[in-house]
């Protein structure tokens, strides 16, 4: 391994330097930016969260500004993007650092990667990239492209996600990252991983590392990095209810924890074994809201994955006819017109049904 790493080091970093994608983040030290795009890209593709990095720079150009917003305009803006803790808890750090600014020096950001670590929703990948990126600090990252790349390159047949392991791929990480450019280092690390040394087809032909590449000299790199069966995702029904009065539907905030916290959504809930439809939505419609609607009939059918659930969502109109609404469910309840819809962050299983919405 010492006798490897100067090249490992040298052959990595002359090919980030050749290969690198021009990425905006990567043409400046600002400590917020770095981390925006850390946050974002967390289990996103790059094409996917480019989009939503340039919104959020356009909408919040600072962490004063990102401070000073409500939750549901930040949440409006990751709509889509999925894993909502993250824009909760960037826009909870945001605030923390915001109070830490002066007229002097402004918001005062972690230069360590133990300082940020000491931030709501910041690992310790998160952590090691932002530090080593922004601030110069030799300190590792271990994310999945990097645990593939390592996997590969030091052949570890030993399952990836056990503790063992991981304590070995961060000690093998730490070890390679040289004192000097370890921000490009990481980088450079994640870019082969993203680039190159893919899950399924592995480039091993224009891989900078081939020639140190234990898998590949075993003919094992399509067998690594060996991981944990995943289980087979649950199932559950659901019903729910556009309900309307007087032109406008009933919308329910979310509680501030939990699945798709603080979103705003149609009600909803579970068929409960034996249920008919109508009969589960006037079930939710008498508990959860002491309301009474009538159902006039079905609108669509969704389907939608989360990680560990895959959901069949049953979208019925109805309509109000007795009671007024309460929020035993939610943490609040707003009657909203057709138009104004899009206002709200909706989680994105809702967005697949309101262009049948007619009212």
Not at 122 to 151: M, Q, W
Not at 203 to 218: D, I, S
Not at 228 to 238: D, I, M, S, T
């Amino acid at each position: 391994m010492k006798k490897l790493t100067p090249s490992i080091r040298r052959a990595l970093l002359a090919w980030f330097d050749r290969e690198a994608r021009d990425l905006p983040w990567r043409h400046t030290r600002d400590p917020y930016r770095i981390w925006l795009s850390e946050i974002l890209l967390q289990q996103t593709r790059i094409d996917q969260g480019l989009p939503y990095y340039e919104r959020f720079v356009e909408a919040f150009p600072t962490v004063e500004a990102l401070a000073a917003a409500p939750e549901d305009r930040v949440l409006k803006l990751w709509e889509g993007l999925g894993y909502y803790s993250r824009a909760r808890n960037l826009h909870k750090a945001a605030r923390q650092v915001a109070q830490s600014a002066s007229e002097e020096t402004g918001p005062e950001f972690p230069q360590t990667a133990e300082g940020w670590q000491a931030l709501p929703g910041v690992g310790r990948y998160t952590a090691g990239a932002i530090a080593s990126i922004a601030f110069g600090e030799r300190v590792p990252v271990l994310d999945g492209n990097v645990k593939r790349v390592l996997a590969r390159l030091f052949d570890i047949t030993a399952c990836v996600d056990t503790t063992t392991t991981l304590h070995r791929l961060w000690t093998l990480a730490g070890d390679l990252v040289p004192p000097g450019r370890p921000g490009d280092f990481n980088q450079a690390m994640m870019e082969l991983g993203a680039l190159v040394c893919t899950p399924r087809a592995p480039h091993c032909a224009q891989c900078p590392l081939r020639k140190t590449c234990a898998a590949l000299a075993a003919d094992t790199q399509l067998e690594r990095p060996v991981r944990r069966p995943k289980k087979a995702p649950k199932r559950q029904e659901l019903v729910v209810a556009a309900i309307l009065k007087n032109g406008r539907y009933l919308l329910g905030k979310r509680p501030p924890a939990g699945l798709l916290a603080g979103l705003w959504e149609f009600p909803s809930g579970p068929v409960e074994k034996g249920e008919t439809h109508e009969q589960a939505l006037t079930r939710i419609a008498e508990t959860t809201l002491e309301i009474q609607i009538e159902a006039s009939g079905l609108i669509a059918t969704v389907q939608h994955a989360y990680t560990h659930l895959r959901v069949t969502m049953n979208v019925y109109a109805c309509r109000h006819t007795a009671g007024k609404p309460q929020a035993n469910a939610h943490a609040k309840l707003k009657w909203v017109a057709r138009k104004d819809l899009s206002r709200y962050p909706l989680p994105k299983a809702n967005h697949k049904f309101l262009p049948l919405l007619t009212v």
